[in-house]
């Protein structure tokens, strides 16, 4: 069974009854192999700053024994926090129950795969601290395939041009937070995707930090497939009622062009007095799906309030906490 918050460990490593500065939120799935080199060149990172900090490490749903490198090293670290899921389910629930989890005034989220390199997290805080609310990661020499960089570009353009912040880089997880800039987004993040597109949406002010991005030791888990459902989600979860827009604009189109097309026929049929039996046909199967263009904005605004309603089942389901 889960443990309760109040029977997990002290989170300092400047004392027993410090309370954390910095809280760094790492999401892990079969990272086994390199959990140990990530968990000791974050503290020797960590070490640097001198500020009380705490390292929440989230197991989503692990099948390599990921976990039990976690006890293992909890055993003999007082900073170090470990939530395991009873299944996988993604790496956005398991970045909110790191965050929801975390006490630190800045909040420090990264992947466990080390491809980010933790030696550039007090780079991140600084811009923090120097009074920005997001210092956002930007993978300025990114090490991956064109069929990973093509579709993030594309990902990334509509993010920038729904959310209105130009940013480069909206899928790079290796980012800083003010805790203020996260407390309000905390119902949603999770359950939108892209926690640092959600953030920001919010009016937080935010830095662009030039960060490394190395190679992935294994094979990546981001298939062409699910970079599409990725695009997916963004235009559903940042474009506002995608169902309206698209109904709303058959309806727009397809009723100007009824009344042209009516139009002319009737300017045809009064010039020739020939009645132009097919061409107002045509009108009027156009204004038909002018017409269903606007019942379908109407379903989709339906549909909007009904999923917002029915959608409460839990992000996740704790196996067991450290």
């Excluded at 670290?77 to 929801?100: E, I, T, Y």
């Excluded at 210092?135 to 959310?163: C, E, H, K, Q, Y």
């Excluded at 905390?186 to 959600?198: D, H, N, V």
């Amino acid at each position: 069974m889960a443990q309760s918050d109040d029977l997990l460990g002290p989170a300092a490593t400047t004392g027993a009854d410090d309370a954390p500065e910095v809280s760094i939120v790492v999401t892990l799935y079969n990272e086994a192999p390199t959990l140990e080199e990530l968990h000791r060149r974050t503290l020797e990172a960590l070490e640097q700053l001198g500020r009380p900090f705490e390292l929440i490490f989230v197991d989503d749903g692990s099948t390599d024994g990921t976990f039990a490198t976690l006890e293992r090293l909890g055993a003999t670290d007082p900073c170090l926090r470990a939530v395991r899921f009873k299944r996988n389910f993604g790496q956005h629930p398991a970045m909110h129950a790191g965050m929801s989890r975390a006490r630190g005034d800045v909040i420090v989220t990264m992947d466990g795969d080390l491809q980010n390199l933790p030696e550039e997290i007090p780079r991140l805080i600084e811009a923090v601290d120097a009074g920005y609310d997001v210092a956002s990661g930007r993978r300025s020499a990114r090490d991956d395939s064109w069929g990973r960089t093509v579709p993030s570009r594309l990902i990334n353009g509509m993010l920038r041009r729904f959310t209105g912040v130009a940013i480069s880089d909206f899928g790079c997880a290796f980012n800083a937070y003010s805790r203020t800039a996260v407390e309000p987004m905390l119902g949603a993040i999770g359950r939108q995707k892209f926690t640092k597109a959600l953030v920001l949406s919010g009016g937080a002010s935010v830095i662009e930090v030039d960060v490394g991005h190395a190679a992935r030791r294994d094979v990546s888990r981001y298939s062409p497939f699910r970079l599409s459902q990725l695009a997916l989600h963004v235009l559903a979860g940042f474009w506002p009622q995608p169902i309206q827009w698209a109904g709303v604009t058959l309806g727009v189109v397809c009723g100007l062009a009824a009344s042209a097309l009516g139009t002319y026929g009737a300017a045809y049929w009064i010039g020739t007095k020939d009645f132009p039996g097919p061409l107002f046909l045509g009108a009027a199967v156009v204004f038909v799906l002018g017409v269903q263009g606007f019942i379908l904005a109407l379903v989709g605004e339906y549909l909007g309030r009904i999923q917002r309603e029915v959608e409460r089942r839990p992000l996740y389901t704790i196996d067991k906490e450290l």
